[in-house]
């Protein structure tokens, strides 16, 4: 049995994992109410309009973190609103490329916004720069530890690749 957390470890876990649920939620709410998308659809249109270009669906599950079958899922729905684009791939014949489309790019121009007046009212204003600079180290730390394990997609689920 693994040792139990110190005191102090869970106070920040629990704490972090609240603050993150409540910031979360909050931008739920906007995504809902500005462009009728869900916390997911607006991380796969931003993530695409990020790499200004092409990803596989492989890329993105890994880059929103969501289980293959959803992210099929919601880039149909995301597909079939004409938000973004996918297509065989012209180099493996077993990857789907994703795009964003030109009205994909327009909502997600309209939900930004207001997803950076939430992120900032709730995220950053309580907080000091150096505040902002130390948890901004402080992160990029923890998820570059945990990036360096392998991508949900090399992991094997059922005794095949998922």
Known sequence: ??????????????????????LQHAVRQHLQADGGLSYVQFE?????????GQLTMTDLADGVVYSRSGLTHQAGLLEKAKLITRRTSPDDQRATVVDITASGRALLAKVMPGHIDVVRELLFDPLSAKDVRALGDIMNRTRDHMRSLPPRSAKRSGGRKS
């Open 1 to 22: 049995m693994a040792d139990a957390l110190k005191p102090e470890q869970l106070h920040t876990y629990l704490v972090l994992t609240e603050a993150v649920s409540l």
């Open 44 to 52: 796969i249109l931003a993530l695409l309009a990020d790499a200004d």
